[in-house]
């Protein structure tokens, strides 16, 4: 699996303690700043779901996306820049400040820099708008030396490394677009990103922004956040879980199946929550990270504005006052991509994440699109008014991030998924000819 090529000088992977700081001279009053991160379920800042302009659909993030906004990737966290909203995040193993005002950011020449201080920490860093670009952040407390973190700028989405090679994946679009168009009872989006370098890490969509409910597919996020914390020493897969009858719901899963109360290890509650979906382990796993608050806060740190975690799984209730979860096929492949690339996990934990997915049990979309043996790892979503299918083609030399996501009625949305998921590959196993469509 190929990772980014990313020079870094320092690194706070493992390490509990507090980042080595000493107060700015000319420290920056700030704010932290709740509603200009998504809604979190578990704080202030949540608002009310848009009214919908096509059914299952929620047309208007809390936050509006924008091409601006860049995070810096460093080991063990990341450091989220607004520039048009003049905030800033940092969020690793020693800590997070919460989404924070910067009114005194300087954004020229296509970089963004200015230093805040949180609770006598001081943050001054410099990072370029540019995905793939370099960015440093320095991070300074009094007494003890500074620490400067080096690190992969990550935008959604990232430019592609050869804009010759990616414009050979210009076509798929339209052939795209013709699927996406002849799907009249479910709105679709798509979105494709090349890892393989074979098209240049080029990414393409349609209706890339589209922000249908999350369903299932939100239990990536889920596992991102809860393998973040293994990496950073604070959880461990063999630790146990008190799984109680009232942790108990249907849909999909095993665990239901089983006789409570019982310990339930925290590898097996990863696997069972990819592998077969599994609702009682996102249940339990929510709860275990601290509620929502958390995993919207991984969504905040990566600049993924459609995405929230608003309710737990099979919560009726919850669905009826209008709390939901939401995403977009964007927002998937800025995960998929980040996580391919070792910016928000470590090679283990990318690699178990991959594995579990690899495990998938519910195959009725991408691999029952494509041929009997195709390699690919991926996570399905379904609701009554909603069908998804995301994850990873792993054909050798190929491997591609793609997330398939529609509204509206899921037998005709599963037919949809299915017809996307065959232009795709298709297209990748034919010989490359050269040709640009404009």
């Known amino acids: 699996?190929?990772?980014?090529?990313?020079?870094?000088?320092?690194?706070?992977?493992?390490?509990?303690?507090?980042?080595?700081?000493?107060?700015?001279?000319?420290?920056?009053?700030?704010?932290?700043?709740?509603?200009?991160?998504?809604?979190?379920?578990?704080?202030p800042g949540q608002a009310p779901v848009a009214e919908s302009h096509e059914p299952?659909?929620?047309?208007?993030?809390?936050?509006?996306?924008?091409?601006?906004v860049s995070w810096l990737s460093f080991p063990g966290g990341v450091?989220?820049?607004?520039?048009?909203?003049?905030?800033?995040?940092?969020?690793?193993?020693?800590?997070?400040?919460g989404r924070v005002a910067d009114p005194t950011m300087r954004v020229a020449a296509g970089v963004a820099s200015g230093a805040v201080v949180v609770g006598g920490t001081a943050y001054r860093y410099r990072v370029p708008l540019v995905g793939r670009s370099e960015g440093t952040l320095e991070v300074i407390q009094r007494h003890r030396p500074p620490t400067t973190l080096t690190g992969v700028v990550v935008t959604s989405?990232?430019?592609?490394?050869?804009?010759?090679?990616?414009?050979?994946?210009?076509?798929?679009?339209?052939?795209?677009?013709?699927?996406?168009?002849?799907?009249?009872?479910?709105?679709?989006?798509?979105?494709?990103?090349?890892?393989?370098?074979?098209?240049?890490?080029?990414?393409?969509?349609?209706?890339?922004?589209?922000?249908?409910?999350?369903?299932s597919v939100i239990k990536l996020w889920i596992l991102v956040e809860l393998l973040r914390r293994v990496d950073c020493g604070q959880v461990f897969l063999d630790d146990g879980v008190l799984v109680t009858p009232e942790d108990v719901v249907g849909g999909t899963g095993q665990l239901q199946f089983e006789t409570f109360p019982q310990v339930v290890t925290v590898h097996r509650l990863a696997q069972y929550l990819i592998k077969y979906s599994d609702n009682v382990a996102a249940n339990v796993l929510i709860t275990y990270l601290g509620g929502f608050a958390p995993v919207n806060a991984l969504i905040d740190s990566m600049n993924q504005r459609s995405t929230i975690l608003a309710r737990r799984m099979l919560d009726s209730a919850a669905a009826q006052r209008g709390e939901e979860n939401y995403t977009s096929p964007d927002d998937v492949v800025s995960l998929l991509g980040a996580v391919w690339d070792?910016?928000?996990?470590?090679?283990?934990?990318?690699?178990?994440?991959?594995?579990?997915?690899?495990?998938?049990?519910?195959?009725?979309?991408?691999?029952?699109?494509?041929?009997?043996?195709?390699?690919?790892?991926?996570?399905?979503?379904?609701?009554?008014?909603?069908?998804?299918?995301?994850?990873?083609?792993?054909?050798?030399?190929?491997?591609?991030?793609?997330?398939?996501?529609?509204?509206?009625?899921?037998?005709?949305?599963d037919e949809t998924v299915r017809r996307m998921a065959r232009t795709v590959y298709d297209f990748l196993v034919t010989p490359v000819a050269g040709a640009v469509e404009e």
Do not use: W
């Open 1 to 43: 699996m190929r990772k980014s090529d990313k020079r870094r000088s320092s690194s706070l992977l493992g390490n509990s303690a507090r980042v080595p700081l000493k107060v700015l001279t000319a420290a920056v009053a700030l704010a932290v700043l709740a509603t200009t991160g998504p809604a979190t379920a578990d704080g």
């Open 56 to 68: 299952g659909v929620d047309p208007t993030p809390e936050r509006p996306p924008t091409s601006e």
């Open 79 to 97: 450091f989220a820049v607004d520039p048009l909203g003049h905030t800033v995040r940092y969020r690793a193993c020693d800590g997070d400040t």
């Open 157 to 215: 989405p990232q430019p592609p490394t050869d804009p010759v090679a990616g414009a050979r994946l210009f076509p798929l679009s339209g052939q795209l677009a013709r699927v996406v168009a002849d799907a009249s009872l479910n709105p679709a989006g798509v979105t494709v990103r090349d890892l393989s370098g074979r098209y240049g890490d080029q990414q393409i969509a349609v209706n890339g922004s589209l922000r249908p409910k999350a369903a």
């Open 342 to 413: 070792g910016e928000i996990l470590t090679p283990a934990s990318r690699d178990l994440m991959i594995g579990f997915m690899r495990e998938q049990t519910l195959n009725t979309k991408i691999p029952a699109a494509l041929p009997p043996g195709v390699p690919v790892a991926h996570k399905t979503g379904d609701l009554p008014d909603a069908s998804h299918d995301v994850g990873y083609y792993l054909i050798p030399g190929t491997e591609t991030a793609v997330a398939f996501l529609t509204a509206g009625p899921m037998a005709t949305g």
